[in-house]
Nanobody, 123 residues
């Protein structure tokens, strides 16, 4: 399994970014893709995830209404649309795959990780 995250950048508070995660190498559709972030000095935390098998999504409470996860199964790509960004959203964002499809944001349940993409939100 390979995951390639992209789309990070520098944006002003209130702005938007769309992250992409290109995924490959899966042997079935029973998996979830999650987005996680790690800010300096803080632990990595789950932001949102989506199940390939049924499209179910799950969000961290603090991002509900601002961040939206979606997938284009034909392109094997998962997106994270981030609107109304805040300085506290600044972090390295990672996409990861859970091949047991737990449909949750527990780090320990994710088996494969992509490289991170930096998101910086200026005030």
């Amino acid at each position: 399994v390979q995951l390639q995250a992209s789309g990070g950048g520098l944006v002003q508070a209130g702005g938007s970014l769309r992250l992409s995660c290109a995924a490959s190498g899966f042997t079935s559709d029973d998996y979830s893709i999650g987005w996680f972030r790690e800010a300096p000095g803080k632990e990595r935390e789950g932001v949102a995830c989506i199940s390939r098998s049924d499209g179910m999504t799950f969000y961290r409470d603090s991002v509900k209404g601002r961040l939206t996860i979606s997938s284009d199964n034909a392109k094997n790509t998962v997106y994270l649309q981030m609107n109304n960004l805040k300085p506290e959203d600044t972090a390295v964002y990672y996409c990861a795959a859970d091949v047991s499809d737990h449909k949750a944001l527990y780090l320990r349940e994710y088996d494969y990780w992509g490289q991170g993409t930096q998101v910086t939100v200026s005030s």
